[in-house]
T-cell receptor
Framework: GAGVSQTPSNKVTEKGKYVELRCDPI?????LYWYRQSLGQGPEFLIY????????DSGLPNDRFFAVRPEGSVSTLKIQRTERGDSAVYLC?????????????FGPGTRLTVL | GESVGLHLPTLSVQEGDNSIINCAYS??????FIWYKQESGKGPQFIID?????DKRQGQRVTVLLNKTVKHLSLQIAATQPGDSAVYFC???????????FGKGTKLSVKP
């Protein structure tokens, strides 16, 4: 079946601009996660959703970042007033449920470059 | 905060040999551990996981060992192939939030 998909695969923007990154989880998965991966590092947790609600947003670095999942499926990560330090690969993952013990399946990521 | 780390940043092995990738974790409360493989330009791919009530789990050509006494995790790959070349991450989870904590990764290079 289809895995997690993310669009766009690459996004180049200028400092100060607004960007939206989209994630389509595996069908039927109720839990959705966003991570950020800098070059040479492991993914770092940003936020996760259980259904439509953000169950934990403790990983968001500041208030320029927020994410939504209005219908409990597709999620959008939104970054306002982008900064060069926001450049990274943004990964989305989904799992069947949030038990802390469920396998998370990752999408290919969106590579964001802020000039 | 708690962290997951790796003993070796790079590992080079001959094709056909066995590979062992090690990982140390610090949160004794973690009860779920996962290994992911990440190829260049792709997202992490699930390889194998293990619960804290187990000390060994086997998959196809891969084995994960968990030593809770010394908080150590290892991934063994049998008969390593060129297609195994990638960066391997261990991650820990099981907290109430459900998110994973990743280490920095080990780059595995397989020489033909």
């Amino acid at each position: 079946g289809a895995g997690v998909s993310q669009t766009p695969s690459n996004k180049v923007t200028e400092k100060g601009k607004y960007v939206e990154l989209r994630c389509d989880p595996i069908s039927g998965h109720t839990a959705l996660y966003w991570y950020r991966q800098s070059l040479g590092q492991g993914p770092e947790f940003l936020i996760y959703f259980q259904g439509t609600g953000a169950a934990d947003d403790s990983g968001l670095p500041n208030d320029r970042f927020f994410a939504v999942r209005p219908e409990g499926s597709v999620s959008t990560l939104k970054i306002q007033r982008t900064e060069r330090g926001d450049s990274a690969v943004y990964l989305c993952a989904s799992s069947a449920r949030t038990s802390g013990l469920d396998t998370q399946y990752f999408g290919p990521g969106t590579r964001l470059t802020v000039l | 905060g708690e962290s997951v780390g790796l003993h070796l940043p790079t590992l080079s092995v001959q094709e056909g040999d066995n590979s062992i990738i090690n990982c140390a974790y610090s949160n004794s409360a973690s009860d779920y551990f996962i290994w992911y493989k990440q190829e260049s330009g792709k997202g992490p791919q699930f390889i194998i996981d293990i619960r804290s009530n187990m000390d060994k789990r086997q998959g196809q050509r891969v084995t994960v060992l968990l030593n809770k006494t010394v908080k150590h995790l290892s991934l063994q790959i049998a008969a390593t192939q060129p297609g195994d070349s990638a960066v391997y991450f261990c991650a820990e989870g099981g907290g109430s939030q459900g998110n994973l904590i990743f280490g920095k990764g080990t780059k595995l290079s397989v020489k033909p």
